[in-house]
């Protein structure tokens, strides 16, 4: 049986930062360091699982339907947990691919530091 494990920088209680990416420009453009929070990170870091540069969590997506009077903003977007939790369940192959859940150690390295990430202080 294999073992998944996530290295966080820090004491080992609390994550001390973030990861990047640093991205190479055309035309000689300055070199671009975009977070673990950017949209396209996901895109970047798993192009296997992420072929055609979906968008991943951002902090702008609303829910699609709210109740009357819930006027706290924070309840009015999905959080980064909320998105991960949506995102990581299976859906009949005619309605979504469930590619994600056949790529194996990919796989699991995804969802490792999509928990890494999500539980982070600094989010």
């Not at 929070?37 to 699609?64: A, D, K």
Request: charged share 20%; net charge negative.
């Amino acid at each position: 049986m294999g073992e998944i494990a996530v290295i966080l920088p820090g004491d080992g209680d609390q994550p001390a930062g973030s990861q990047d990416i640093i991205l190479y420009r055309k035309h000689g453009e300055p070199l671009q360091c975009i977070s673990d929070l950017h949209p396209f990170y996901p895109s970047l870091r798993y192009v296997l699982l992420f072929p055609t540069g979906q968008l991943g969590w951002h902090n702008s997506i609303l829910y699609n339907q709210q109740e009357e009077g819930n006027q706290n903003n924070q309840e009015r977007h999905v959080s980064m947990g909320e998105y991960l939790c949506y995102h990581l369940h299976i859906r009949p192959e005619e309605i979504e691919s469930n590619h994600l859940f056949l790529a194996g150690r990919l796989f699991q390295e995804f969802v490792c530091e999509a928990w890494a990430v999500a539980v982070s202080p600094l989010r």
